[in-house]
């Protein structure tokens, strides 16, 4: 299945590293944050994504094309005036990656329904490029398919400044509202499924997914929480980046299930 990841905004409260590149490639580790949820999906078996792309979206175009290149043991031979790339071994992820320009100034909710020719009619994951979790990915899809509703979200509970959600006792999402920095109530950590219906439910580039749509399909009983107990982190600023940095210097990244060395600053 699919996993759709919005990568296009400006990532204004990180401006230190988003000023020249977007906020989903700043690095943790090494290698971007999107790169990261990446390597989440496709630990479950998941390989094939759509990157909503915006400001500065030629960054990730680039950063993808010589991705193999990087990746790879090559030889050039430049005798007898060629230039003549041999490819002796890579070392990449069986990934199909589509990368889609859905606009400078565009929404959310418009930059999912620019990709909608790209999910070809079917289910699909959708995720923000700014936050790492261990949640489950196919018991979260398993959960999705249980209920056959149009929208599931995955929420956690944290201290956190941001829109919550008010959840009835078959998990339902009844209505959101704004949150303080004591509440203790869950919030919305992305890591949805998406029935293609949902594209009803967006007008233009100007759309807010996480208003007027997730708030209707709340109304409707068509929006379902999926309650994930264990980690769940966004990158907003330098301070949560150095935090990712550190449980990854430490070998304690809850989200980190593959091997790979992480270099040491």
Known sequence: MKAVILAGGFGSRISEESAYKPKPMIEIGGMPILWHIMKEYAYFGHNEFIICAGYKQEYIKEWFANYFLHHSDVSFDFRNGRNEMTVHQSHLEPWKVTIVDTGYNTMTGGRIKRI????EGEPFFMTYGDGVCDVDINKLLDFHRSHGKIATLTAVKIAQDKGILN???DNAVK??????????????????VLQPEIFNYL???????????????????QLMSYIHE???QCMDNVREREMLEKLLRENRAPWKRWERTVPMK
């Open 116 to 119: 909608q020719p790209y999910v």
């Open 167 to 169: 959840i009835g006792g």
């Open 175 to 192: 209505a959101f509202r704004e949150k303080n920095l004591a509440d203790g109530a869950p919030i919305n950590a992305g890591y949805m």
């Open 203 to 221: 007008d233009d580039d100007t759309t807010v997914f996480e208003k007027q749509p997730l708030e209707t399909l709340a109304r409707e009983g």
């Open 230 to 232: 264990g980690f769940w």
